[in-house]
């Protein structure tokens, strides 16, 4: 078992749309969890981090974390077609190292 | 300036030649990791650097070799490269328990 997963895609959706990425760990001691954007070719940027469970807003995001479950979610409202990218999930673990595990992406695209 | 800066963006070098690429920060933290990125893995963590004096292994360190030369700066080495090191590699930063920023890449092309 992948300790982050996300499905690959492509997941696509109309301009305007909500789009929502969805993402599972496996090691329950996680703390941290954090959502990047990365266009192709470029560097990962950090859009969202969450650290407790419920729902955590910033402007056309939200951020949705549910230790019980295993689960972080990404919500995009109103959807545009500079959306368009990967979207990497990271979890961070309990341990001592605190290092970042990275799932493999989920390619989203924004149909105009 | 960016907070994290690799040199080079892009190289291209023979199998067997060693090659070094190179990361400085203005950031001031005292965490920094090396990965590569390949398509349909994702990230990789090469090697780890909590401080000067700290360096660790990650899950792909084979072939490849780091120095933590200051606070700001940690360089990767390929010590003979081979194709299969072709890849995008990133560098990143990071403090306690904040997400890490990630350097602007370099493409690196083993022939």
């Known amino acids: 078992q992948k300790e982050v997963e996300q499905n690959s895609g492509p997941l696509s959706v109309p301009e305007g749309a909500i789009a929502s990425l969805n993402c599972t760990y496996s090691?329950?001691?996680?703390?941290?969890f954090f959502w990047y954007r990365q266009y192709s070719g470029k560097s990962p940027e950090l859009i969202m981090s969450?650290?407790?469970?419920g729902d955590k807003e910033d402007g056309r995001f939200t951020a949705q974390l549910n230790k019980a479950s295993q689960y972080v979610s990404l919500l995009i409202r109103d959807s545009q077609p500079s959306d368009s990218a990967t979207y990497l999930c990271?979890?961070?673990?309990?341990?001592?190292?605190?290092?970042?595990?990275f799932g493999t992406g989920t390619l989203l695209a924004v149909q105009p | 300036d960016a907070d994290v800066t690799q040199t080079p963006r892009n190289r291209i070098t023979k199998t067997g030649k060693r090659i070094m690429l190179e990361c400085s920060q203005t950031?001031?933290?005292?965490?920094m990791y090396w990965y590569r990125q390949d398509p349909g893995l994702g990230l990789r963590l090469i090697y780890y650097?909590?401080?000067?004096?700290?360096?660790n292994k990650g899950e792909i360190s084979d072939g490849y070799s780091v120095s933590r030369q200051a606070q700001a700066k940690f360089s990767l080495s390929l010590e003979s490269a081979i194709p299969n090191q072709t890849a995008l590699y990133f560098c990143?930063?990071?403090?306690?328990?904040?997400?890490?920023?990630f350097g602007s890449g370099t493409r690196l092309t083993v022939v």
């Open positions: 650097s909590f401080d000067v004096k700290d360096i």
């Open positions: 950031k001031g933290h005292d965490r």
């Open positions: 990143a930063t990071s403090e306690g328990g904040t997400g890490y920023t």
């Open positions: 090691d329950r001691g996680s703390q941290s």
């Open positions: 990271a979890v961070q673990g309990g341990g001592a190292t605190n290092k970042l595990i």
């Open positions: 969450i650290y407790s469970n």
